[in-house]
Nanobody, 128 residues
Framework: EVRLMESGGGLVQAGGSLTLSCTAS????????MGWFRQGPENTCEWVSF???????SYADSVKGRFTASQGDAKNTVILRMNDLKPDDTSVYVC??????????????????????WGQGTNVTVSS
């Protein structure tokens, strides 16, 4: 069964750091693109980061310079390192996966990847 599981969420004070992990199972991780999303206002989808199977990584302007996405030490994980967290970063963070190049870059950026595999999300709360 194809599964994605996020972990690492929690409560942190503004300016602090938090690292999220997305662990995949049931598919060949290296042949997939990965993305991080978070819940925006009124349950909208906000794209956070893209981790391409070809090594290309990109970020939303709102997190660029503060967040870093990468493959974890385990080959079936992706990591989202979040630094200098702000209250506006408070959200449910979700990872998603799709076969490499199944979706175009603009589809990831606009949350148009509904056929991708999605995790259940992990809560991040930034206080102050």
């Amino acid at each position: 069964e194809v599964r994605l599981m996020e972990s690492g969420g929690g409560l942190v004070q503004a300016g602090g750091s938090l690292t999220l992990s997305c662990t995949a199972s049931g598919f060949t991780f290296e042949d997939h693109d990965m993305g991080w999303f978070r819940q925006g206002p009124e349950n909208t989808c906000e794209w956070v980061s893209f981790v391409g199977g070809d090594g290309i990584i990109s970020y939303a302007d709102s997190v660029k310079g503060r967040f870093t996405a990468s493959q974890g030490d385990a080959k079936n994980t992706v990591i989202l390192r979040m630094n200098d967290l702000k209250p506006d970063d408070t959200s449910v963070y979700v990872c998603a996966a799709a076969p490499t190049d199944y979706y175009a870059d603009f589809e990831w950026r606009h949350c148009a990847v509904r056929s991708a595999k999605w995790g259940q999300g992990t809560n991040v709360t930034v206080s102050s």
